[in-house]
């Protein structure tokens, strides 16, 4: 039981030992900016993990391949339209 005894039941940033390569300086603004960075990589790691796992689970390449496919066969269908119903009549001159 003796070993049981020595672990705290709640870790303090007393009870957690930091090298001291590790430690921050003791300025008050660069340990803001670390933190500010360290904030803002955790959340582009977390949304860009949530997207592509999304990305992954959902089979978006495959819909989005279809999308394309059908968007460029209906601008198709468009064009060989306007193109075949616009004709140029060129009216003839009649000379006497």
Not at 13 to 20: F, R, S, W
């Amino acid at each position: 039981m003796k070993r049981w005894a020595s672990i705290p039941t709640a870790l303090t940033l007393d009870t957690i030992v930091i090298p001291k390569e590790m430690k921050l300086p003791d300025n008050k603004y660069t340990q803001m900016a670390v933190y500010y960075a360290a904030t803002v990589a955790a959340f582009i790691v977390g949304i860009s993990t949530f997207i592509y796992r999304s990305w992954v689970d959902n089979n978006m390449n495959d819909k989005v391949r279809s999308f394309i496919n059908k968007t460029f066969s209906i601008i198709s269908n468009i064009s060989d339209v306007i193109v075949n119903e616009t004709t140029v009549n060129v009216a003839t001159k009649v000379t006497k």
